[in-house]
Protein backbone atom coordinates (compact mmCIF):
# COMPACT_ATOMS: atom_id res chain seq x y z
CA UNK A 1 0.00 0.00 0.00
CA UNK A 2 1.50 3.24 -0.92
CA UNK A 3 2.00 6.11 1.48
CA UNK A 4 1.21 3.36 4.60
CA UNK A 5 3.35 2.80 7.33
CA UNK A 6 3.14 -0.63 9.27
CA UNK A 7 4.54 -0.42 12.80
CA UNK A 8 3.80 -2.19 16.29
CA UNK A 9 0.18 -0.83 18.00
CA UNK A 10 -0.04 -0.72 21.40
CA UNK A 11 -2.55 -2.98 22.72
CA UNK A 12 -4.96 -1.54 25.89
CA UNK A 13 -2.67 0.38 28.18
CA UNK A 14 0.11 -2.20 28.57
CA UNK A 15 3.17 -1.60 27.53
CA UNK A 16 3.26 -4.41 25.18
CA UNK A 17 3.00 -4.63 21.31
CA UNK A 18 1.37 -6.76 18.88
CA UNK A 19 1.89 -6.20 15.00
CA UNK A 20 -1.00 -4.46 12.84
CA UNK A 21 -3.32 -6.51 11.10
CA UNK A 22 -2.92 -3.78 8.59
CA UNK A 23 -0.87 -1.20 7.52
CA UNK A 24 -1.97 2.46 8.55
CA UNK A 25 -2.61 5.03 5.62
CA UNK A 26 -4.86 8.37 6.07
CA UNK A 27 -8.14 5.69 4.67
CA UNK A 28 -6.73 3.27 7.96
CA UNK A 29 -9.96 3.50 10.67
CA UNK A 30 -10.23 5.83 13.15
CA UNK A 31 -9.40 3.25 15.68
CA UNK A 32 -6.22 2.09 14.11
CA UNK A 33 -4.89 5.48 13.76
CA UNK A 34 -5.62 5.74 17.23
CA UNK A 35 -3.46 2.47 17.98
CA UNK A 36 -0.71 3.69 15.99
CA UNK A 37 -0.45 6.93 17.66
CA UNK A 38 -0.75 5.58 21.06
CA UNK A 39 2.12 3.33 19.87
CA UNK A 40 4.55 6.05 18.49
CA UNK A 41 3.84 8.74 21.47
CA UNK A 42 4.05 6.65 24.63
CA UNK A 43 4.53 8.02 27.63
CA UNK A 44 1.92 8.23 31.48
CA UNK A 45 -1.01 6.61 30.31
CA UNK A 46 -2.20 7.82 34.02
CA UNK A 47 -2.13 12.00 33.08
CA UNK A 48 -2.33 14.14 30.36
CA UNK A 49 -1.19 17.91 30.15
CA UNK A 50 -4.02 19.82 27.76
CA UNK A 51 -3.53 23.17 25.80
CA UNK A 52 -4.57 26.59 27.07
CA UNK A 53 -5.11 29.29 25.94
CA UNK A 54 -5.67 32.46 28.55
CA UNK A 55 -9.05 34.92 27.03
CA UNK A 56 -8.00 38.03 29.28
CA UNK A 57 -4.04 37.83 28.20
CA UNK A 58 -3.63 35.54 25.18
CA UNK A 59 -0.76 33.26 26.68
CA UNK A 60 -0.85 29.75 25.92
CA UNK A 61 0.42 26.38 27.37
CA UNK A 62 -0.25 23.50 29.06
CA UNK A 63 -1.69 21.58 32.19
CA UNK A 64 -2.53 18.44 32.95
CA UNK A 65 -6.24 17.91 32.35
CA UNK A 66 -8.23 17.78 35.47
CA UNK A 67 -11.76 16.50 35.99
CA UNK A 68 -12.49 19.10 39.05
CA UNK A 69 -11.13 22.14 36.44
CA UNK A 70 -13.32 25.34 37.24
CA UNK A 71 -15.64 23.03 39.41
CA UNK A 72 -17.53 25.43 42.12
CA UNK A 73 -16.27 24.68 45.85
CA UNK A 74 -13.75 22.34 44.64
CA UNK A 75 -11.41 24.40 42.46
CA UNK A 76 -9.28 26.88 43.47
CA UNK A 77 -7.85 28.49 40.50
CA UNK A 78 -6.19 30.75 40.00
CA UNK A 79 -5.34 31.15 43.52
CA UNK A 80 -4.05 27.50 43.50
CA UNK A 81 -2.02 25.68 41.03
CA UNK A 82 -3.16 22.23 39.78
CA UNK A 83 -0.30 20.66 40.58
CA UNK A 84 -0.57 21.71 44.25
CA UNK A 85 -4.41 21.30 44.17
CA UNK A 86 -5.65 18.73 47.07
CA UNK A 87 -8.95 18.26 45.23
CA UNK A 88 -6.92 17.42 42.12
CA UNK A 89 -8.46 14.47 39.55
CA UNK A 90 -6.38 14.15 36.80
CA UNK A 91 -7.64 12.74 33.53
CA UNK A 92 -6.51 9.36 32.04
CA UNK A 93 -5.09 9.21 28.63
CA UNK A 94 -8.11 7.38 26.64
CA UNK A 95 -8.34 6.26 22.73
CA UNK A 96 -11.33 8.97 23.02
CA UNK A 97 -8.81 11.33 24.46
CA UNK A 98 -6.24 10.63 21.34
CA UNK A 99 -9.46 10.25 19.02
CA UNK A 100 -10.16 14.06 19.61
CA UNK A 101 -6.79 15.56 19.75
CA UNK A 102 -6.22 13.75 16.40
CA UNK A 103 -9.78 15.73 14.89
CA UNK A 104 -8.53 18.88 16.90
CA UNK A 105 -11.96 18.83 18.73
CA UNK A 106 -13.29 18.00 22.24
CA UNK A 107 -16.20 16.37 22.80
CA UNK A 108 -18.12 19.69 22.99
CA UNK A 109 -17.01 20.61 19.80
CA UNK A 110 -14.09 23.16 21.59
CA UNK A 111 -10.97 22.96 19.93
CA UNK A 112 -8.54 20.24 22.09
CA UNK A 113 -5.01 19.36 21.81
CA UNK A 114 -3.10 17.23 24.17
CA UNK A 115 0.37 16.67 25.25
CA UNK A 116 2.34 13.53 26.77
CA UNK A 117 4.13 13.09 29.85
CA UNK A 118 7.50 11.78 28.54
CA UNK A 119 9.20 10.89 31.56
CA UNK A 120 6.98 7.74 33.31
CA UNK A 121 7.11 7.73 36.52
CA UNK A 122 10.14 4.99 37.33
CA UNK A 123 11.99 7.74 35.60
CA UNK A 124 12.27 6.17 32.17
CA UNK A 125 11.42 7.23 28.93
CA UNK A 126 9.94 5.65 25.10
CA UNK A 127 10.95 8.90 23.07
CA UNK A 128 13.79 9.70 20.53
CA UNK A 129 13.31 13.38 19.74
CA UNK A 130 14.68 14.85 16.64
CA UNK A 131 13.40 17.68 14.80
CA UNK A 132 12.77 17.23 11.10
CA UNK A 133 10.53 19.64 9.47
CA UNK A 134 7.72 18.46 7.08
CA UNK A 135 9.96 16.70 4.53
CA UNK A 136 8.47 13.11 4.18
CA UNK A 137 11.84 10.92 3.71
CA UNK A 138 12.97 12.65 7.01
CA UNK A 139 10.33 11.34 8.76
CA UNK A 140 10.88 8.52 7.54
CA UNK A 141 14.05 8.15 8.20
CA UNK A 142 13.19 9.31 11.52
CA UNK A 143 10.83 6.29 11.90
CA UNK A 144 13.58 3.92 10.92
CA UNK A 145 15.92 5.14 13.05
CA UNK A 146 12.81 4.96 15.90
CA UNK A 147 12.30 1.09 14.93
CA UNK A 148 16.05 0.73 15.03
CA UNK A 149 16.36 1.79 18.60
CA UNK A 150 13.90 0.37 19.75
CA UNK A 151 15.04 -3.14 18.37
CA UNK A 152 18.43 -2.38 19.95
CA UNK A 153 17.12 -1.95 23.20
CA UNK A 154 13.19 -3.36 24.29
CA UNK A 155 13.10 -1.71 27.73
CA UNK A 156 12.74 2.26 28.31
CA UNK A 157 15.51 3.81 29.10
CA UNK A 158 16.33 7.11 31.58
CA UNK A 159 16.57 10.20 30.03
CA UNK A 160 16.09 13.56 31.01
CA UNK A 161 12.86 15.63 29.36
CA UNK A 162 10.56 18.53 29.01
CA UNK A 163 7.75 17.81 31.43
CA UNK A 164 5.63 17.77 28.54
CA UNK A 165 5.79 17.16 25.22
CA UNK A 166 3.38 18.65 22.22
CA UNK A 167 1.79 15.68 19.82
CA UNK A 168 1.31 16.04 16.13
CA UNK A 169 -2.70 16.88 15.17
CA UNK A 170 -3.60 17.75 11.87
CA UNK A 171 -7.85 16.75 11.77
CA UNK A 172 -6.30 13.66 10.60
CA UNK A 173 -9.13 11.60 11.93
Same mark, same amino acid.
Given at each position: MRNSIELPVLRSQSLEFEKPLEPVSRDSSPALKVSLF????????DVYPQRFQSRKTGKSGYQPAC???? %???? *?? &?? &?? &???? *??????? +? =???? %? =???????????? &?? #?VMG %?? +???????? #? #???????KQ???VLDAILRAMTARQVSSSPSPASARPYCALPSNNVI
Open positions: RALFRGRTGNEW %VRGI *CD &KP &KI &KCMQ *CANSRFL +P =VTDE %V =VRQHLSGKSGDG &KD #F %VY +PMLQDETC #F #FLAEDIGLSL
